[in-house]
């Protein structure tokens, strides 16, 4: 009970910047740029490496330190590209530079040794169910006649598009579904993970990316079955024989 | 259950849904093979093969150069790259990549890497948005933690 209720500062942030992270194609407010959770979640991270300088900005410095001559290559690149292209790219090369030095934070928060894979694990499979869930529960409403989700196209599998706007761009959604799912296969692979809730997973999973139309998902989710769970097993050599006509 | 599908599509009883439409019978009206015939056309008769024709976004070029009539979707990077920066600046694009594939440790990672690579072929969010930075941290994060636990 004591270890539960624990509260672990760096793993709370870690747990904020995936949450902003998923919701991160929403956009709460237009204030002359598009107002998103991240920018919401920049003070909490400067406070934090405030607090913790040598734990976050540490690790990340030792990385920077180690890459010098790439970084300052790439400083030597960007100044006749700024000069040549004119100060539109000015701002492009900044955004880029916020960016990275965004990513050396993130590293120094998820390197942490209170930051266990089981977490980053469970993290994946909880972040991708609800995103499905979130899918399915939405195409459910609108047949209904609830709920009018945001969608893209029309003429879909059942004259409905594809209610993925909700998290802003289908493009992310469908990046944080390949990559999270592959990471559960392999949490299952490894056999951390039970049959019950994995079979659960891949249901809910399949029929949000069937509503979902993302041709993209449903190709690499299969790919990645047949590499990281059916790997070294009898079942392989069945498995395109079930899909193919 | 292929098959099933195949046979209610013949009957009439569903119908497929456009975007697979593109994919399977009208594959020009894909844009993402519209804009790279646009792009390699372009670049071919620029004759700017090994250095391109500058850096820059697809909607940044079609402010430069305004007769172009590239689609909304952004989704042809190799391309892009191979027009912008020429030969050199794929060679050199795809030699970082190999650099960074190199560095994991574990096989799960280099896979999940694979597949990040190809997805931002095709769905390019390089390197203007913050989930690049955040997935290719957590890719290296996972890849050292895994390392170390299975070794």
Redesign the interface.
Known sequence: MNKVLKINAIGFTAFL?VLC?LF?GVTIANLGFNLRP?HILLPWLAIMAALFPKKLLGSSLVVFLRQRPTYLFMAYLAIP?VL??GP??LK?LA??FF??F??LL??GI??DRSI??TS?FKMAYYSTVFLAGVMVLQFFLSALGIYKPHMY?????F?LGRPAAFFGDP??L???I??FS??VY?FYRIGRLNVTSFYFFLFLLLLAVFIN?S??TLL?LLV?YF??VLKNKTERKFFFG???? | MGLVLVVLLYLGVISLPRNLYYDIINFDANPRIYDARLILEEYVKSGRLWFGNGLGSLSRLSDIYPWRTYTDAHNVFPLQILNDTGIVGLALLSFVIFLLYRKLKTGIMKLMYIEFVVLLMFHNIFPYFQLFWFLIVLIFTIDRKNAETSR
Not at chain 1, 153 to 157: E, K, P, T, V, Y
């Open positions: 910047v992270l991160n991240i590209i040549y292209v539109n790219s492009l955004g880029i960016n990275v965004l990513a993130f590293y998820f390197k266990s894979l980053l196209g029309i003429d879909g599998f004259l493009g992310w469908a990046y944080w390949i990559l592959l990471l392999y139309q041709r993209v690499f990645n590499l990281v079930f899909f193919s006509p």
